[in-house]
């Protein structure tokens, strides 16, 4: 693997220039050399960043329980096979709704954003007449253009959301920041990129099923948080803080014990799980009986899953214990070559 080493001005430039493309996006992509100048570039942030703080527009695909299942960002698909952030998301003025948010590449005939889910790299469902997403008009309501005479007149799938909805019951929604806090959902910082739509942290990137703040399916209550009990193995991955009290040692011993009985063998752990029975009524010899039958009880368990090492022992025992044959039981074999030495004597 080939590793590139850069120099701490290099690294420098390096950030400079995507910070620069976060807050550009396309906008220099017909300029000479496809860059802004420096002045270019201030006068840019001036203008159009300004704008494009004051009025920002929140773009999310929701579901009828007024979830927003993806919150839309620069690098989300459009319908038309593009990005969100090729499509005309600055205004100086916002327009009266419904808004659009037309394509802004040559040649395509996107009037407006649509966000459809993909099942797999990129792949968005099939329409209903067998037809593939990208073989339908990338104007709505997306007509069928598979040559052949397709009578499809819009593109409908039977695909369901995680959320439990079709694909047709969710809707795009283009709000303001007021109309987005007037429904409850987060609006993050004011940030002077490009085309975020409805980024407003790291957990936007995940879908609605799984995010836990108000865009999304929403934290548990606290009252269920606080009375579900801890589980002890969670106590090493938890801060000291959120192990209350005196429970606290407690959920730690018995978490370190459970840690030690995964780390050892199954022979050790019948043997520990012996001892501890029979140590609980003080009687010496039952512990040495238990750890006993823990031996031969482990000894039988990797016979039976392992009949070659079983036979291996078995040819061990002939050859040096007089034609004796193990029977699987560990110390069976020398016990019996002693018992025959004995006689013999």
């Not at 995507?18 to 050399?33: H, N, Q, S, T």
């Not at 959320?163 to 004011?190: I, N, S």
């Not at 482990?298 to 016979?303: E, L």
Request: with cysteine; proline share 6%.
């Amino acid at each position: 693997m080939e590793h590139i080493r850069l120099s701490s001005q290099a690294v420098a430039d390096v950030d400079a220039y995507i910070e620069y493309k976060r807050i550009v996006g396309d906008a220099d992509k017909d300029l000479p050399g496809g860059i802004m100048q420096p002045d270019e570039y201030e006068e840019f942030k001036k203008t159009v960043v300004k704008d494009r703080i004051t009025n920002r527009l929140y773009v999310s695909w929701t579901n009828p329980d007024d979830m927003d299942c993806k919150l839309v960002g620069p690098e989300t698909i459009c319908f038309c096979g593009h990005r969100y952030k090729q499509h005309k998301t600055d205004f100086k003025e916002l327009p009266a709704k419904p808004i659009q948010l037309p394509c802004q590449q040559r040649g395509c005939r996107c009037s407006t954003y649509r966000y459809v889910p993909t099942v797999s790299a990129m792949t968005m469902p099939r329409c209903s007449c067998k037809h593939l997403a990208g073989e339908h008009d990338a104007r709505t309501p997306h007509q069928c253009r598979k040559p052949g005479g397709c009578a499809c007149r819009a593109y409908r799938t039977s695909y369901r959301c995680e959320c439990g909805f079709t694909v047709a019951d969710h809707g795009m929604l283009v709000e303001t920041r007021d109309e987005r806090l007037q429904r409850g959902k987060p609006v993050g910082k004011v940030v002077p990129y490009a085309a975020m739509g409805g980024i407003t942290g790291f957990s936007s990137l995940m879908d609605g099923y799984m995010r836990l703040d108000d865009s999304g399916i929403g934290a548990p209550p606290r009252q269920e948080l606080e009375s579900s009990p801890l589980p002890r193995e969670c106590a090493y991955f938890m801060p000291p803080s959120q192990l209350r009290g005196t429970t606290r040692p407690a959920v730690l011993h018995d978490a370190k014990q459970a840690g030690r009985a995964r780390a050892q063998g199954p022979h050790q752990r019948l043997t520990a799980a012996a001892t501890q029975s029979a140590a609980a009524t003080g009687d010496a010899r039952e512990v040495q009986q238990s750890k006993d039958g823990a031996r031969q009880a482990a000894a039988r368990t990797g016979a039976r899953a392992s009949p070659g090492a079983s036979a291996a022992r078995s040819t061990a025992g002939r050859s040096s214990g007089g034609g004796t044959r193990s029977t699987g039981g560990m110390g069976c074999v020398q016990h019996k070559a002693d018992a025959h030495s004995k006689t013999k004597k």
